[in-house]
């Protein structure tokens, strides 16, 4: 007997709170049929008439009998926003960052998730290995859309010896069974130097334009190397010139695909924008903004991002964090905000310091008297090739800063910390550094700024941050 889904709490004035469900019962079936996890539970209360059965603590039992509009929420949050468990990862891929992690951190730090549903509820990258034809089948009958792929390679010797999975090269199969069900799919390629990058980038990157248009487009990333590397493969560190190359490589492929596209596409009259499920023209393939930093080349303009589909894997994040930051700079001044005058500091990662630089410059210039002090924080943690604000530690930023203050630097009345920094939902950075030691340590407030451009604006001129969801619905939790 099942014991069901726990919930944890009840919205007020909701079809559960007027029904007498309580926070600690328990959804135990909807319609006679035990709900294995979120989509299910959602599939099975689209009727406009339910029977739910609802278990107390002590074991008493009430079947509600209800009538409502066919998608109007029951009003419930679960223990769990998945209501099953995470399914972990059963690679043991070269690359993995999370075997490049030092012992004695959180535990939940350590967890391999490779679970499609978050990769539709949160945008997380799967490698499709551990599917089985009844997940596939879930994924179409839900329409679980987009379905993010860690691709890395199409070539299934590599790729099995990349993830270390013999049955990895196999998985890449169906990703042709989620082409033909018509779900839209976006990639990912973990490039690692004399692995999968050269003639192998562009043999995967020929084989992936054969998904179009199911296959959205595809981000090329590098790999991450930490200093926490003992017992793993041997892995090089990219140059600025295989920077330069990587970007070559892949804007040749970005013209090709999209003069490709173009002359097969016929638009529709009433259609407002393209349709990529038909096959709008697009780039498909994007370089991540880490390559053009380290190439030192500008980066591409904002039309080259096909709507910033790849934004959450770093690809545009600099340049629409730019055009966001303008756009609120014009708008404020329009409406005389940004008087008065005020000093602050801010921290990012070594990585995109010099676009941070450019941006709190721009604030100082529309907005005399409002001066920010950008202080990027190198990262000793997990060693200095690592450069990027969302793996930077609460105690590498305060080490650093108070030497800063030392050397006679003025941190200002207040400091802005990226919201990146900190895990979803709480104000602890990746050591279990919370926001409240970093204030205790340097004798300032902190504020945490959510990574929209005009969200920025706003944080350095010292007006109220506007109220945003997080864009991580949960994190794995014991």
Same mark, same amino acid.
């Given at each position: 007997?099942?014991?069901?889904?726990?919930?944890?709490?009840?919205?007020?004035?909701?079809?559960?709170?007027?029904?007498?469900?309580? %926070?600690?019962?328990?959804?135990?079936? @909807?319609?006679? #049929?035990?709900?294995? /996890?979120?989509?299910d539970y959602r599939f099975l209360m689209n009727d406009d008439h339910v029977e739910i059965l609802i278990r107390e603590e002590n074991g008493d039992e009430t079947l509600l009998e209800i009538d409502k509009e066919p998608f109007e929420d029951f009003g419930v949050e679960f223990e769990s926003s998945l209501m099953d468990d995470y399914r972990s990862c059963c690679n043991r891929c070269i690359f993995c960052f999370i075997d490049q992690m030092p012992p004695g951190m959180r535990e939940t730090l350590y967890?391999?998730?490779?679970?499609?549903?978050? %990769?539709?509820?949160?945008?997380?990258? @799967?490698?499709? #290995?551990?599917?089985? /034809?009844?997940?596939?089948?879930?994924i179409i009958r839900y329409r679980m859309e987009p379905i993010n792929i860690s691709v890395q390679t199409t070539n299934p010797e590599l790729r099995v010896k990349m993830l270390r999975n013999r049955f990895a090269g196999r998985a890449l199969e169906k990703m042709r069974t989620l082409k033909e069900a018509g779900i839209a799919m976006n990639g990912q390629i973990v490039l690692c130097k004399g692995w999968n990058d050269g003639e192998e980038l562009d043999r995967t990157i020929r084989d992936l334009t054969e998904y179009l248009p199911e296959m959205q487009s595809v981000s090329v990333v590098p790999v991450g190397l930490s200093r926490f590397r003992d017992g793993l493969e041997q892995l090089a560190p990219f140059t600025k010139e295989d920077a330069c190359r990587v970007i070559d490589q892949i804007e040749a492929w970005q013209q090709k695909i999209w003069h490709m596209l173009e002359k097969s596409y016929v638009p529709d009259a009433e259609e407002e924008e393209p349709d990529l499920m038909r096959g709008a023209p697009r780039h498909f393939i994007h370089a991540s903004d880490e390559w053009y930093i380290l190439a030192g080349r500008e980066l591409p303009e904002e039309s080259r991002y096909d709507g910033f589909l790849q934004y959450e894997n770093g690809v545009g994040m600099l340049r629409l964090m730019q055009i966001e930051t303008d756009a609120a700079i014009s708008a404020f001044r329009e409406e005389g905000i940004g008087e008065g005058e005020r000093r602050v500091s801010s921290v990012?990662?070594?990585?995109?310091?010099?676009y941070v630089r450019r941006v709190m410059e721009r604030v100082e210039h529309a907005f005399p008297g409002h001066h920010v002090h950008v202080c990027p924080v190198r990262n000793d943690f997990f060693g200095e090739s690592i450069t990027v604000t969302g793996l930077i530690t609460g105690g590498d930023l305060i080490r650093q800063l108070l030497l800063r203050r030392q050397n006679g630097e003025d941190l200002g009345t207040e400091l802005l910390v990226p919201v990146n920094m900190l895990r979803s939902g709480e104000t602890v950075f990746l050591d279990d550094v919370t926001v409240e030691d970093v204030e205790r340590a340097l004798g300032i407030p902190v504020r945490i700024v959510w990574d929209s451009g005009e969200d920025t604006v706003r944080a350095a001129l010292g007006m109220p941050p506007r109220k945003k969801e997080d864009r991580q619905l949960y994190e794995e939790a014991d």
């Open positions: 007997m099942t014991k069901g889904h726990k919930i944890r709490s009840v919205e007020e004035g909701s079809i559960a709170w007027k029904e007498g469900v309580e %926070s600690g019962m328990y959804l135990v079936s @909807v319609n006679g #049929t035990a709900p294995e /996890d979120v989509f967890f391999k998730d490779d679970d499609t549903r978050l %990769s539709f509820l949160q945008g997380n990258y @799967v490698t499709l #290995t551990n599917l089985s /034809d009844r997940d596939i089948g879930r990012c990662g070594m990585l995109a310091a010099p």
